[in-house]
């Protein structure tokens, strides 16, 4: 069964930092490109960071750039999210989904919230 479970949300006041996680299983995660998305109440998903499965390339929204780092560790099947510098902005549920394809996944979503 494939899943995709995001974790290391929560609250955070701005200017502070958090790092979600993404465990995957059920597929083989370094044959898929990653990415982090976000959605705020009330906007539409937004596409934060993306990495192919082959190499190291990594694109960020420019709404994140600078602040935010995404990796991946392959033995582990996990995708990681650093967010520093975080804005009341920042707030939404952040997901991770992996692609290949015909095949999309994604996670349930974790919560961020950033305070003013």
């Known amino acids: 069964e494939v899943n995709l479970a995001e974790s290391g949300g929560g609250l955070q006041q701005t200017g502070g930092s958090l790092r979600l996680s993404c465990a995957a299983s059920?597929?083989?995660?370094?044959?898929?490109?990653i990415g982090w998305f976000r959605q705020a109440p009330g906007k539409e998903r937004e596409g934060l960071s993306f990495m192919g499965s082959s190499d190291g390339e990594i694109a960020y929204a420019n709404s994140v750039k600078g602040r935010f780092t995404m990796s991946r560790d392959n033995a582990k099947s996990t995708l990681y999210l650093q967010m520093i510098s975080l804005k009341p902005e920042d707030t939404a549920v952040y997901y991770c989904?992996?692609?290949?394809?015909?095949?999309?996944?994604w996670g349930q979503g974790t919560q961020v919230t950033v305070s003013s």
């Open positions: 059920g597929f083989t995660f370094d044959d898929y490109a």
């Open positions: 989904n992996a692609y290949k394809l015909a095949y999309d996944y």
